[in-house]
């Protein structure tokens, strides 16, 4: 079951990073395995109590694409994994969405946080003289 | 003994030690350098936050929280903006929680001493544009904006855009190292999970990455923060007004888009705040990386697009209210984190709309040409007349709150209705037992904590020492 559940958590991963680099930049292309192992690392960390309820919805997610798709959903392809995300993102069920929303906010931070998405740093200027900035109550209300 | 490391128990060892006491000061994270991973990035939340930044408030909507674990607490990962409590906030705590000897004058030195210690001022140069947008936005409407002092030391350099740089004098910067210099032992990776009291000493039991630990200590002062002192105190079967009160500040975002480039690698920490509608509500500028601006675009599919074009256009706002409502720290036998539970009220989420749409007014004001609020389904919004689309009440399902401050879940003050412990922090019904950290404070403060925090701190401590 557990390896059921990394499967589909990995599958999860990929689709959402696939929807944020849909024509767009070099560096938010796949692969996408270290969004996957930030991810499973998150779920690891987080208190005990909420990881069962992911890990079981998360179970629930990826068992529920065989009744549309007629496969669990890390075996589908990729239009069929959108769509499933998308029928789940969108549900009246407030976990199901939550489910989404999990996953989401975890793979857009760590696909934004990639090195190669910012432009090499910059030396920093120097500024005229070393400046100590006014003690509160002398500077704004 | 001290348990925990943030602002107040930092500032509580350090005064205790330099007074000669012989202080053990306990901190369940890791013992970093500030230095040891880029502020407000991945690794921060992976190094220095409890449970990787997957902390939540459960209610509708959900809050998810952030707080640290780490030596330093807080102080390690916040953005360092600091106010003293507003004089009205501690004559409510007066007068609703009979709090003694804490008017402004009385607070007065310990303000003082602590924005000494820490270097607070204001920045000696340009400030981020992001939050200059801010400023100029208020001033356009006439409302009340001013830039919030720093615990921060200036080294003489700037970025790219002439924001002076430095460093964050947090508690593993300042008080910390004074603490240890005067004899304080310091036990990283130790989590107190029970206090009992023995005859006239407490056992504090711990757990270490070695085993289980016992200390024997004539007075112990809990500083775990807002969640983790209740949490504690309760599994150690003391109740009594503790984590029952939890207040926090909610806070809802808006991205704003603007013509020109407003952002960069290296913005910073925006330092300005629109008080005009203090204390209920205030408006801010928060971290704006890549990572934030995507994280905040969720609501609206496809908008990722304009972060990979033109985040360097684009800004990430907030309004916060002090929220009404009390949340509830509880233990969940057989597990080692606490259940928290805060319900937004339907009151919090019409005020929460009122200040998403001032502040959208204000950005529309600096010349935001297009702003993003965080609420699914909601419409960008191109122009004033769009503000009319946004909800009277924010809907609880589809809105994305979250929050940094946390306080109140073990009030202090004379009242034993209400209050965990007495006006200098001390556990009601209980010796030696002190708690000296963000869950005194009575109410939601409606300014950034962490001032009031080690001012009450240093107050308490003190008082301590002379009464004993």
Known sequence: MNGFIDRTLSAICYSLCAEQAAGNEDGLQPPYNDVVRFVAGQMQRMPAFLRLGVRAATLLFGLSAMGRSGAPFHRLGPARRALHIASWRISRLGPCRDLIRFYESLAVVALYSRPDWTRPVLQPAQCQGQGRGRPPGERGE | ?468
Request: net charge positive.
């Open chain 2, 1 to 468: 003994m001290v348990v925990g490391s943030g602002p107040g128990g930092a500032v509580t060892a350090c005064v205790l030690a330099e007074h000669g006491r012989d202080v053990l000061l306990l901190e369940e994270g890791p013992n970093l350098p500030l230095g040891s991973c880029t502020p407000f990035s991945l690794e921060e939340m992976v190094q220095k936050y409890r449970c990787g930044g997957l902390t939540l408030a459960l209610g509708t909507p959900k809050v998810p929280y952030v707080e640290a674990r780490c030596v330093g607490g807080g102080s390690e990962i916040n953005s360092g903006l600091y106010h003293r409590t507003p004089p009205d906030v501690l004559e409510r705590w007066q007068r609703e929680y009979g709090l003694q000897r804490a008017t402004p004058s009385e607070l007065e030195p310990h303000f003082a001493s602590v924005e000494r210690d820490l270097s607070v001022c204001t920045t000696p140069g340009p400030t981020p544009l992001a939050s200059r947008k801010l400023e100029q936005g208020a001033r356009q409407m006439g409302w009340r904006v001013l830039e919030v002092p720093r615990w921060f030391r200036y080294d003489g350099t700037a970025g790219p855009d002439g924001v002076p740089r430095g460093e964050r004098q947090s508690m593993s910067k300042t008080f910390l190292p004074r603490a240890l210099a005067a004899g304080c032992r310091l036990f990283p990776n130790t989590r107190v999970y029970g206090l009992i009291r023995n005859g006239l000493h407490w056992e504090v039991r711990a757990r270490q990455p070695e085993g289980q630990i016992t200390i024997a200590a004539e007075t112990v002062f809990v500083a775990g923060g807002a969640v983790q002192t209740p949490f504690l105190l309760r599994r150690s079967g003391i109740k009594r007004n503790v984590g029952r009160s939890l207040a926090l500040h909610p806070t809802v975002k808006i991205v704003a888009r603007f013509d020109e480039e407003v952002n960069h690698e290296q913005l910073g920490v925006p330092v300005h705040q629109v008080k005009e509608f203090a204390p209920r509500t205030s408006f801010g500028c928060s971290i704006s990386s890549p990572p934030h601006l995507a994280l905040a675009l969720i609501p609206h599919p496809g908008c990722s697009r304009e972060v990979q074009r033109r985040w360097r256009q684009m800004a990430v706002y907030y309004a916060m209210i002090t929220g009404e409502r009390k949340g509830r720290v509880r233990a969940l036998p057989g597990f080692e984190s606490p259940i928290v539970r805060y319900q937004v009220g339907r009151q919090d989420l019409r005020d929460l709309a009122t200040a998403l749409r001032r502040l959208a007014t204000l950005l529309f004001a600096a010349g935001a040409r297009r702003l993003y609020p965080s609420i699914a389904g909601a419409p960008q919004l191109c122009s004033p007349e769009d503000l009319s689309r946004l909800p009277a009440v924010l809907p609880g399902g589809r809105t994305d709150l979250m929050t940094i401050h946390l306080f109140s879940s073990c009030p202090m003050g004379e009242r034993l209705d209400r209050c965990a412990a007495d006006s200098f922090g001390k556990v009601h019904g209980l010796e030696g037992l002190y708690i000296n950290d963000a869950s005194l404070l009575c109410t939601a403060p409606g300014v950034n904590p962490q001032g009031t925090v080690m001012a009450f701190a240093r107050r308490n401590a003190l008082h301590f020492l002379r009464r004993f």
